[in-house]
């Protein structure tokens, strides 16, 4: 059931008017500006007029209530927004972060990889040059056929735009 505490409080409000005349026979009349507007028992009236006091009251609490409510909802907004904002700028700083984390990686795999080629090649090249020199240490006995070899395997182990002969 939903009331309309406004309402509530405006029909509250002009029973502040009223008062209370009690007669001898155990009954009183309530008055307002206009005139007599009932008959009661004593015992009720009391009663009455202390319900009417306990829903002022509880009117007032929860227009208090509802008041602080929508400042709580006004500042819960505004932090909200603010810590939405400061998340999307950590956000972005995050992404751009992991960019180039994975830039970096990229370049360290490509490195590496570079690193392992030039260390088959010289590994290659060291084997090439073993096996057309022999066991001499000069290279004094080197002829053109040797040479002409070695070349050619200095030239299959490196790509043209490295070998500038």
């Known amino acids: 059931m939903s009331r309309d505490w406004q309402k509530d409080m405006d029909m509250l409000k002009e029973t502040d008017s009223w008062e209370f005349e009690p007669t ?12 007599r507007i009932a008959k009661i028992g004593i015992s009720y009236a009391g009663t009455i007029f202390n319900t009417f006091e306990a829903l002022k009251y509880w009117l007032q609490q929860y227009v208090e209530s509802e008041e602080l409510r929508e400042k709580l909802v006004k500042g819960t ?3 909200l927004f603010e810590l939405e904002r400061q998340y999307a700028a950590e956000k972005e700083r995050g992404d751009k972060a992991e960019q180039q984390i994975e830039s970096l990686e990229r370049e360290w795999r490509r490195a590496k990889y570079q690193l392992h080629e030039s260390k088959e090649r010289e590994q290659k090249l060291r084997e090439l040059v073993t096996e057309i020199l022999g066991d001499t240490s000069s290279l004094d006995y080197l002829n053109r056929e040797k040479t002409q070899r070695l070349m050619e395997g200095y030239l299959s182990l490196y790509p043209k735009e490295e070998t500038k002969p």
């Not at 009954?27 to 005139?35: A, E, K, L, R, Y």
């Open 24 to 35: 001898f026979d155990g009954v009183g009349n309530i008055f307002d500006d206009s005139g």
């Open 77 to 79: 907004s505004k932090q």
